[in-house]
């Protein structure tokens, strides 16, 4: 993790502004990065730009603009800014300095692919820093493994900002220097691939690609051996590699790497989904930080600069050296701009809901079988897990029914399947019946052309809760490309293809619906009894339908009262389809009142009614069902 600082050279000045320099960190397309202290001793980074580009009036603008906005975002998961000087002769930053080892240091040189908790609590700590970054104004642009470092307190994401400037400047066609292009080929967006305008979602993209990187030790869009375009080219028109990604991660990893930018997640709503683990590091990652501090504690007090920790991006040929970053709150305020939800985040139903969802599921075998974290001599350099073995053809989400009919089923199944090794849990199930929902998640025994099998599990959710025991082993039989058989020991049924992702709810369903008048039932009363339905849009596995009942209270005579009782319950998506699938509904926790029904699982359809849509409400029982018209 030490990279040696070069000795200043002749032509080198010995302060620039307040700050005393030590040394050369290295030389990029920018300008020159050089080692400093304070007049207080604190440790700096200084960025001093090139004479070329120092010329050009236009660079120096937005050089300007770019520092005034890097200082407006106040080091929240990044670098402060702690002085500078755009109007100088040579224009320079100077930028806050602490020592730790950057991701692509600890998972390709030391310590392999990190586990799930670690890599979930690295997407929080860098969505709160993008969340600042574009709060400023400021695009990223180079969201990379090397420009990310890892400290106790989090990860500090560096080298941003700046490179904005120099990018405009070669739009313009003033800039033709190496350097120019901003963006590393395996971490770069499909819009910077075809040089389209840049947004934030820019970066949520290039996230996703570290997160992938972190958690498998490779490129979700493989390496240049076959050529820088040719990646740039899988970047921008084919679907990630993500063998061997952990199914908890890969909900949060798919949907930060969608094609279309509007379809990814914001940095607010990664924030807001997951939580921040302390300590968030695994036990020898911590470590090595603690003796690579105590190093550069040694070195600073006076063996000289020579060993100084400098982020590993030198180290790694990265021609802009990484500047490490003091440790911050990883709580700070959050940017208040907002769009709209996309699912596997957060859902418009209930605050909080999201963080059920069945990707973000914990592991319980995390840092064993398909998960152990060795170091890359124990695996060819390449990842900590072993290739998958489940034919293509097997991958995706099924869904069937186990009793009733298509038209009106009484108990439904779903299973997800994603890449995974003998051993690995890889696959997600979901069964809903009468009054029960069963979530988990089952292990991998074999897998050939025709036929998967797949053995014990684990219930990772159960509505009511303690109700459900883990699924029995399952054989999954392909028939057709859209069509398998399931067998789970006496239970058979058909599966058939169904969505996936992080927006599987049909539009048809989406929005706020009441019950239909029925004047018939309640007569003059009918305006005091109400029920509405909210569906949201997301993922399976998530909090999606929320369900308000207001009706009169009685007395011990079974007379209506004045007064009125009021329920709220929400469901979990357990399938979608011709159907929506929920399961029980459960009271909210404030919603105590003897009063409220207990409500079982349910299918939910829309037809139309005289013209306007009808969402139909069918309980999993022979019973006629709820009507709701679109508000």
Request: with cysteine; proline share 8%.
């Amino acid at each position: 993790m030490l990279v040696a600082v070069e000795p200043l050279n002749a032509e080198d000045p010995v302060s620039i502004g307040p700050f005393r320099l030590i040394g050369r960190l290295g030389v990029g397309g920018m300008g020159r990065v050089f080692l400093a202290r304070s007049a207080g001793g604190r440790t700096v980074a200084v960025k001093v730009v090139h004479t070329e580009l120092a010329a050009q009036e236009e660079f120096r603008r937005r050089f300007a603009r770019e520092v005034a906005a890097l200082e407006r975002v106040g080091g929240t998961g990044t670098a402060p800014v702690l002085g500078s000087d755009t109007s100088a002769d040579a224009p320079w930053v100077a930028i806050g300095y602490v020592p730790g080892p950057s991701l692509r240091t600890v998972v390709g040189d030391e310590f392999g692919p990190l586990p799930p908790a670690t890599v979930k609590a690295l997407a929080s700590g860098l969505a709160r820093a993008l969340v600042h970054i574009h709060a400023a104004g400021l695009v990223h642009r180079d969201l990379k493994p090397s420009n990310v470092l890892l400290t106790v307190d989090g990860p500090r994401l560096i080298d941003f900002g700046i490179a904005r400037a120099v990018d405009t400047v070669a739009e313009g066609g003033g800039l033709t220097t190496t350097g120019a292009v901003v963006g590393s080929p395996g971490f770069m967006s499909p819009e910077q691939v075809r040089g389209d305008r840049v947004t934030p979602a820019s970066d949520v993209f290039c996230l996703g690609s570290v997160l992938a990187y972190a958690a498998t030790g490779r490129s979700p869009f493989g390496s240049a051996d076959s050529g820088v375009h040719a990646m740039m080219f899988r970047i921008a028109h084919d679907e990630p590699d993500l063998t061997d990604l952990a199914p908890e991660l890969a909900g949060l990893i798919r949907a930060c790497l969608a094609k279309d930018p509007e379809g990814r997640p914001s940095a607010d709503e990664i924030v807001e989904t997951l939580p921040v683990a302390d300590p968030w590091l695994p036990a020898d990652v911590l470590a090595r930080l603690g003796r690579h501090a105590a190093r550069l504690l040694e070195a600073e007090a006076g063996t000289g600069p020579e060993h100084v920790g400098a982020a590993s991006a030198a180290a790694a040929g990265d021609p802009t050296p990484a500047t490490p970053l003091p440790p911050t709150a990883r709580t700070g305020p959050r940017a208040r701009r907002r769009k709209p939800l996309i699912a596997a985040l957060a859902t418009l139903l209930v605050a909080g809901a999201a963080t059920a969802t069945y990707t973000f599921w914990p592991d319980p075998d995390t840092g064993g079988d398909e998960q152990k974290n060795r170091g890359k001599g124990e695996t060819n350099g390449v990842s900590a897990r072993p290739a998958g073995i489940v034919p293509a053809g097997f991958l995706g989400a099924w869904e069937g029914v186990i009793q009733g009919t298509a038209d009106h089923p009484r108990e439904t199944a779903r299973i997800e399947i994603t890449q995974g090794a003998a051993g690995a849990k890889n696959a997600v199930y979901v069964q809903v019946s009468e009054n029960r929902l069963c979530m988990g998640r089952s292990r991998l025994v074999s897998a050939d052309e025709d036929k998967v099998v797949y053995g014990e599990s684990d219930v990772t959710n159960s509505v009511p809760a303690q109700r459900c025991t883990p699924a029995a082993h399952q054989t999954l039989t392909l028939r057709s490309p859209d069509v398998l058989e399931w067998t789970s020991g006496a239970a058979k049924a058909t599966f058939r293809k169904a969505p996936t992702g992080t927006a599987v709810v049909p539009a048809r369903f989406l929005g706020r619906w009441r019950s239909k008048p029925m004047r018939e039932v309640y007569g003059d009363n009918d305006d005091r009894f109400t029920t509405e339905v909210t569906v949201s849009q997301g993922p399976i596995g998530t909090q999606l339908v929320r369900m308000t009942d207001v009706f009169p209270r009685t007395n011990d005579a079974g007379e209506m009262t004045t007064d009125v009782v009021s329920c709220g319950s929400t469901a979990v998506l357990a399938g979608v389809g011709d159907f929506l699938v929920i399961g029980p509904l459960v009271k909210d926790p404030e919603s105590t009142d003897a009063e409220c029904p207990e409500n079982g699982s349910s299918y939910l359809a829309v037809d139309k009614w005289e013209g306007k849509d009808r969402l139909l409400v069918y309980p999993m029982v022979d019973a006629e069902p709820g009507e709701f018209l679109r508000l």
